[in-house]
Each structure stands twice: as C-alpha cells, then as structure tokens.
C-alpha cells in the first residue's frame, strides 16, 4: 500500500509539471515591481490579466544581460523610446507613444521593411545588402500554404493577429503591460495607444513595454522599456505672467501700478474637459478680494510694493453617470482647501451628474518699483566735433516715469528698425529725477531709426524715433521725423535687444529616430 501512494503521489507531481512550467505575463512583464505594488486593480477595457500564460516558443523570454540580446538586430542594438501626455486627469485618456530608434543609417521603409539609408552606403561596416530584414519576401514565402508551421501569426497569448488592409507591414509586436494587465498590438516601428484612466489608480504607476520583431515563423525581443506616469484627480494646471517692462519674465518680481496678464494653461491632451463649464476663482493676496472669471486669461495690477501670495482654484463640471452611494469618496486630504471636494456631486435630470473637479496654482509674487513708461522728448544738433569733421552729432532727451534706471542703451538702425547698425550701452548718472541726455554720433546723411532703452536690476522700457540727418551743406543737419513707442518693424530691434540685455544680465560676474 505505501508502495501505491508513492507511485499516486509521483503520477500528481507529474501531472503538475507542465502547469508549473508555465510561464505567466506576470512572469515575463512583471519582474521589477515597485515596493507597494499590489495585484488588486481595476479592469481596464480592452486589457488582459497577466495571469494569463505566454507562449515562449513563439516569444522566447531573455533576461537582462543575456548575450542572445548583442545578436538581437543586425548592426547594433534598438532601443526603444517610451513617453506619454501624463499627467492625466482621472476619467480622461491618456496616451501613450513607442518609437524604435534604430542603429546608425538604418531605417523602416514604406512596406515595413527595414533598409540601410542611401546616405551611408559606403561606410565599410555596413553590408553591401540594401535591406537589413526583407520582411516583404518573408511574407512572400510565409504565403505559401506549403511552409512554415501553421498558427504561428498570434500573440504572446495565442490570441491572432488582426489583419485589416496593410498588416503585412506591420512586423513588430508590442506587449504594454501596467496594473496586473496587458495589451498586445501589432505595428511598424512606431504605435501608440490610448487608455481610459477612469478605472486607473490614482497616484503614479509604471507602463513597461516589451518590443518583438518577426524572425521566420517565430519572434525575437529586440528591446524593453518603462516609464512613469501619473493619474490624478486634480486639474492639472500651469499658470503663465507676462507683464510689460519687467526684465526677467521667470523669477516671479514684477512692477507695481503695471498691469500682469495671467494667463491659464490646463493639461487636457485628450479634451476631456472640452464641454465642461470651467471657472477660474483667483485670489491675488492683497486684500482686493476675490475675482471668478470663466475666461483663463486676467489682468492685475498691484499698487503696494510687497510679497503676495497668489492663489488660483479652477472648477471644472464634468457631466457623469451619478455613483452609487457606496462609490462615494472618502473625505478630501487636508491639502485640499475647504469646501473644495475633488469629486462633489450635483444632480441634473435625466439622472445624470455634474462630477466637480479642482485644480490649483499657487505663486508667491515679489512686486517692485519699475521703469513704467519712457519717451524722447527732444532731439538737438550738436556743433561737430573737431576730431570727427565728417560726423553728425545728435542729442536726445529721454524722460521717464518711475525709478531712476541705472543704463541707456541705443540702437541705431536702417529706416524699417529691421537691419541694426551700431549698438552702444552707458551707464545712467542722474539724480531723482529721470531725465537721460544721450548723444549719438552719425556718419552719414539719410534717414535712421533710434531704439532706447532704459533699464534697472528688474525693469526694461523701451522706446524709438526716426531722424533724417541731412547732408554737410543743409541748413539744418537734421529733421525729427517721429518719436513714438516701438511698434511696428521697430519690433524686431526690441527683441534684440531684450535678448542682448537679458544676456548680458545672467552672465554678470557673480541614432536615427523611427520616423
């Protein structure tokens, strides 16, 4: 009898082997996961467990480091490039893109073939062949009912490949894996898929995806890749300020009595939130009180020098099935401001709701004194110099509104304020009141176009006129065409010199991608 349950338990064992051999999704996708990680998940649509068990014959599995990977594509390695438009809000899409960078003067031609590039045919290391694979006459052959074993046009899971107008183009497979689940799509040698986040877990997660390229009637891993990317129940939102005359754009200290333009950009790559009643509550920290807009642009002006404390809330109502009460959320985190629920509802008819959702911005902004306004007020001639008979000296008188700067620049140029001539910086020396006299030298009779720019540690106005400078025998050497702010052609030597000043401020001492 102890001989007979021996033997039993011997035939059990076997029975299991080839069960316990088997290897998993979860065992070929899942092998770094995170500290944390738990199975328990949403079903996403259109996805698969990783319980589900991989066919190694057809897709032989290579752990890191396995020399088989140096052979894996002729002329080098693939790497694969992984991104994606996170963040995104939860209930949303989010995208994600794979594009195969392949060694150096390869690429995919349009029949899916993959060919070395006419530009780099005469490297020595490259072989005299113009295709690296010729997937068009491997298909060829593959046609032949007489060839190949049978079934072999499946995915990992044995599941077959879809075959609308063109798939014999597409030789690569690629297996996404996130979240216990998988998804398998077969394309050329760049995809993209997109996933409904509404069932996804909040927080951040890591897609991995494991690329296979055909290799006769099997497959062969030629790159794996991961990334990143976060899921969230708050808008995401990013606050850009422009405001005129301020120096630096980026470090957040702007001028009082001018008005700032706040302008709001929402992360919303799938237009989830393009039907949505979107409104902006802005709090500008400098008790004028609170301001609810429905447009994401707005003008502020603060009139007291100071550190404000900026802080914007936009709402979005997200129309929605109504949850059952059970799938109401928990109680918000503290950091959510008070009366501010990620996820309130309303009800609408039709039993329908309205599901609420919140993003926030904070700032802290340093407002300053400033150089608010500049204008010529009168141009002189001046007596030519001995030294410089041939020259015209002409003299302006800048004025300005609000602090002493501290530098005059000039700009001299053709007639359109488009083609710069000459560029001289002084520094200003003057008492409270803000009144420059700049002289300028020129050459030559005709017509020009004077840019001035007056500037401190943080402000920067400009300001141009035109001059006619006649020739030696004239009464009068020189006629005031017009004394304006910069407009126009004169735009263009604004922008130089803004770039040339903001330049000179910060450096003060103190492969081929798959196409």
Not at 106 to 124: F, H, L, P, T, W
Not at 367 to 393: C, F, H, K, Y
């Amino acid at each position: 009898m102890e001989c007979l349950y021996w033997v039993l338990g011997f035939l059990l064992l076997a029975a299991r082997l080839p069960l316990d051999a088997a290897r998993r999704f979860r065992d070929v996708l899942g092998s770094d996961r995170q500290p944390g990680y738990t199975r328990e998940h949403n079903q996403l649509r259109g996805w698969s467990s990783d319980e589900n068990d991989w066919d190694e014959k057809l897709y032989p599995v290579w752990k890191r480091g396995d020399a088989r990977w140096k052979s894996s594509w002729k002329g080098g390695r693939v790497q694969a490039v992984l991104t994606s438009d996170s963040p995104a809000l939860v209930g949303s899409n989010i995208t994600f893109a794979v594009n195969l960078v392949f060694p150096r003067c390869q690429k995919e031609d349009a029949n899916g073939n993959i060919v070395y590039e006419k530009n780099c045919r005469n490297d020595s290391t490259l072989s005299p062949d113009l295709y690296v694979y010729n997937w068009t006459a491997a298909w060829s052959e593959d046609s032949d009912p007489g060839t190949g074993p049978a079934g072999h046009h499946v995915f990992p899971d044995g599941k077959p490949f879809p075959r609308p107008h063109g798939w014999r183009k597409w030789n690569f497979v690629y297996v996404f894996h996130t979240l216990g689940q998988y998804f398998q799509k077969l394309g050329r040698c760049s995809v993209r898929i997109s996933v409904n986040t509404a069932n996804l877990t909040l927080g951040p997660q890591v897609m991995e995806v494991t690329v296979y390229r055909r290799h006769g009637w099997a497959y062969v891993p030629i790159a794996h890749v991961r990334d990143v990317y976060v899921v969230t129940d708050q808008i995401p939102v990013f606050v850009t300020m422009f405001q005129k005359n301020d120096r630096n754009v980026s470090d957040e200290t702007f001028l009082r009595d001018l008005p700032i333009m706040f302008d709001v950009l929402i992360h919303d790559p799938s237009h989830f939130l393009n039907e949505s009643s979107i409104y902006y509550k802005w709090n500008f920290g400098d008790n004028t009180g609170l301001f609810v807009s429905n447009n994401h642009t707005l003008n502020h002006t603060y009139v007291l020098n100071g550190t404000f404390n900026l802080n914007l809330t936009v709402q979005a109502s997200v129309p929605g099935p109504c949850p059952s009460p059970s799938a109401l959320p928990k109680p918000t985190p503290s950091s959510v401001p008070a009366g501010d629920n990620p996820m309130e509802l309303s009800e609408i008819p039709d039993e329908k709701c309205q599901i609420n959702r919140y993003g926030y911005f904070e700032a802290t902004l340093k407002i300053v004194e400033g150089i608010l306004e500049i204008n010529v007020v009168q141009t002189a001639d001046v007596p030519r110099p001995a030294l410089q008979p041939d020259s015209v000296l002409m003299e302006f008188t800048v004025v300005c509104e609000g602090i002493v700067p501290r530098e005059v620049c000039t700009i001299i140029s053709d007639p359109t304020c488009l083609l710069a001539q000459e560029m001289v910086c002084n520094s200003v020396h003057v008492d409270e009141t803000c009144l420059v006299t700049v002289r300028r030298a020129f050459k030559e009779a005709g017509m020009y176009c004077v840019n001035f720019t007056l500037s401190d540690d943080t402000s920067l106005a400009l300001t141009s006129t035109m001059v006619s400078i006649a020739g030696k025998d004239a009464a009068s050497s020189f006629t005031t065409v017009s004394a304006a702010l910069v407009s126009g052609g004169c735009l263009a030597i604004v922008v130089i010199v803004t770039a040339i000043l903001v330049h000179r401020a910060l450096h003060l001492p103190g492969g081929h991608l798959c196409h």
